[in-house]
């Protein structure tokens, strides 16, 4: 009786040992999972920060807050990038009367446009606003952006738009010739398109995937926080409203999966938006030590889009290109970062 009772021992442990070997060996192939925070064992009263006054909350380390990068205002209105359009006016015109008669879409095909008033007190132009006074207003259409160069039809619904704005107020429009407008559109994307530098490296998982919530949470201590669509982590800018200095995107479907825990994640790309940041701000420099930081935290392996590995050798020369390139944006007087280039670049 006692050897069958330690036989029936041994089976049921070799079983449990088995199945905890499955349990382990499924943990092992699934993705690599976010570390869980620990629960406070006491409530703890917020610190007051000793220069704001206020509550300092520090999220967890996992947490990622959400960045909302605010829409482009698009900018004063520049001739540089602009084919502008004065509206002479005979008497001011409230700011009220110019908001009710605004464009209520302000594209024209694919390309922005804008209306601004000549502020009758400060003298200074700006877009309608209540409670002022304009003593003519100007409107101007972006000669090209990522989309291309700005072409006949747009800018016929731009010039009907805006006479209709001109009509109500009853301003007189003195519009751009339309072949010369062209032109100059066409020779401004013929600069812009080989200018346009967007760079990318991709990290490309070495052995186990990542679940997306051990990318976010990795992606967060190097200051990355998530973006306005899914599948994108953005590092923000310094500057306030500024376009994020770096982003981070991964398949967009992996993020909006039922159970991200279970969503493997095997490439990520790292990428710079050249012009939309000044090289002052040194965010080649970011990109790189982003991406070195990152491939080692994650175990992964730093690619270019041919799937070749990208080595130090390989960033410098990317370095020495990017100089030359915003050499030449400064010689056009579209400095990284400055608002004609965010615009163009757009």
């Known amino acids: 009786m006692s050897l069958m009772v330690a036989l029936a021992v041994v089976a049921v442990l070799v079983l449990l040992a088995i ?11 699934g993705p690599r999972r976010a570390e869980p925070v620990p629960a406070p064992a006491a409530r703890v009263e917020p610190a007051l920060d000793s220069e704001s006054h ?20 698009g900018g004063r209105l520049d001739g540089l990038i602009d084919a502008i359009a004065p509206l002479a006016l005979e008497t001011p015109a409230s700011g009220e009367m110019a908001l009710t008669h605004y464009p ?45 160069a700005l072409n006949e039809i747009e800018y016929s619904e731009f010039v009907q738009k805006v006479e209709a704005f001109a009509e109500a107020l009853g301003a007189r429009a003195d519009f751009p010739d339309m072949l010369d407008v062209v032109a100059r559109a066409r020779e401004l994307d013929a600069f812009a398109a080989p200018h346009d530098a967007n760079l990318a490296v991709h990290l490309r998982a070495s052995n186990a995937a990542w679940s ?12 990355f926080v998530l973006g306005n669509v899914p ?31 279970q969503a493997a ?82």
């Open 231 to 261: 599948g994108r982590l953005a590092l923000p800018s310094a500057e306030e409203g500024a376009p994020p200095v770096l982003q981070l995107s991964y398949d967009p479907q992996a993020a909006l999966a039922d159970d991200p825990a």
């Open 265 to 346: 994640v095997r490439e990520v790309t790292l990428s710079l938006d050249v012009p939309q940041t000044p090289e002052s701000a040194s965010p080649f420099d970011a990109w790189q030590q982003k991406a070195g930081a990152l491939a080692t935290d994650l175990d992964a392996a730093l690619v270019d889009d041919r799937g070749q590995p990208i080595t130090p050798q390989a960033f410098a020369a990317i370095g020495g290109e990017l100089a030359q390139l915003y050499r030449t944006l400064d010689a056009r007087y579209l400095a990284a970062g400055s608002p004609a280039a965010r615009r163009l670049f757009s």
């Open 104 to 148: 209520p879409t302000r594209r024209a095909g694919t390309k922005p446009f804008h209306i601004e008033g000549l502020n009758a007190e400060t003298g200074e132009w700006e877009l309608p606003a209540m409670n002022r006074r304009y003593g003519e207003f100007q409107a101007g259409v972006q000669l090209a952006n990522r989309h291309g």
């Open 19 to 29: 199945v905890a070997h499955g349990l382990w060996s499924a943990r092992q192939a």
């Open 54 to 73: 206020a509550p300092s909350t520090q999220p967890a380390a996992h947490a990622l807050p959400e960045v909302r990068v605010p829409a482009p205002r």
């Open 212 to 223: 997306v919530g051990y990318l976010q949470q990795v992606a967060a201590r190097h200051g």
